[in-house]
């Protein structure tokens, strides 16, 4: 249900056995029958007991017995595989990292030599990790193949700003790079893909809302020169794929690898990606997960990165003045990566992380800590836009005609109705302003109409009569 619905009254043969300070009815059931219903979501980390609740209804109401293990679906997956695949051919999208690994590896286990792994290396990794991933794979008797696309992926990329036309780009040519890689191999029956339970959700089925899209569920284009697609992951979630990575004996560092999203550092570059800003990132990155590893705070995250904003501010290093970029990290806690929430970084080594970026990485003069959890947010920090030259961490939206401001202190009254054109009032607040660094906006896009509200009263400073004719601008 969405939040703030609640249900006004308990069914028939119900009882109400819970309730909260917001909600009236938080639980009920009907012990008769056995039938039990709840209006929150004991699933998240965030729901104390969830878990119990969750092994309750199991065990205690269901009468389930819990002998099911991940070698029973290693198993049944490798015996699905053969009847499916037969003596063809199949063609697997190794990223590299846990999800498409365990995917090679239950390949391998199932048809062996008939599996060809190519490892596309779109020069949009973490640092070292294209040869790590080849180094990790030469103990199985499959064929491996490493192309390398980083040029014809940096060409595709160029000019392009929007995360979602990102993803779309590089699913594309990871299409098109493997169809080229089929050709030198001869007939190719079967592409494997490494997809998992949250990446079929969150790119949203039937009435569902898309959270995000992902390379591997609906990014393809429409022609695909293969029989068929295979994913034998898909109803798992992280912590399953994990579990089934030790049962076909992967090794622990990589069964425990940061999930790393395919499109790779373009979606964590924000803005236009250039080998420039994957540089630099690149390190600052390797510094941030250096730290961690060296203050043993590995087991406290599931997944921790950091992401290049396009915000620029002026800095001071040495004896001169500086105007680079703006470093966000984020680090996350989780068990299903369906919700999450940020990790407690001890304060002395999130100084020592700042310290050594700014010092040893060139173009970054500041560091921030992006501390929201999901939800709201995504785990991922792709969608985040800069439009000033400020230090505030910033949420939603207002659009404008040339330019776009993240802001999470506006209100707004009225969505935009395109089809009567109602004009959208958007409030916000003087003191939001001021610490937005605003002394004032002049102009309003058309049809949108900027009121401020004082919290503070500051005289003439925040000027209220926008003129709609004016190009939006900000001081």
Known sequence: MSHGDYMEKVPEGFALVAHSDACPNV????ESRGFYGVQYHPEVNHTEHGTDMIRNFLYEVCGAEGDWTMGDYKETAIRQIREK?????VLLALSGGVDSSVAAALLAE???SQLTCVFVDHGLMRLNEGDEVEEAFKKWDINFVRANAEELFLSKLSGVSEPERKRKIIGEEFIRVFEEEA???GRVDYLVQGTIYPDVIESGAGDAAVIKSHHNVGGLPDYVDFKEIIEPLRMLFKDEVRQLGRELGLPEYLVMRQPFPGPGLAIRVIGEVTKDKLDTLRLADFIFRDEIAKAHLEGTMNQYFAVLTNMRSVG??????TYDYTLALRSVTTT?????DWTRIPYEVLDRISVRIVNEVPHINRIVYDITSKPPATIASRACAWALDTTVLCGRKILRRRQRILCPWYTPRKRR?????????LTLTDTAMRRAGLTRICGAPKGIRIEISASVSYGSSFPTDLCQEQEPTAE
């Not at 639980?27 to 009907?30: E, G, R």
């Not at 001071?316 to 003045?321: A, E, T």
């Open 316 to 321: 001071v290093m040495g004896d001169g003045r």
């Open 85 to 89: 695949v037969g003596g063809g051919k």
């Open 417 to 425: 109705n395109r089809e009567s054109r109602e004009p959208c009032t």
């Open 27 to 30: 639980a009920i059931c009907d």
């Open 183 to 185: 050709k030198k191999i």
């Open 336 to 340: 299903d990566f369906m919700t999450a």
């Open 110 to 112: 199932a048809v062996g």
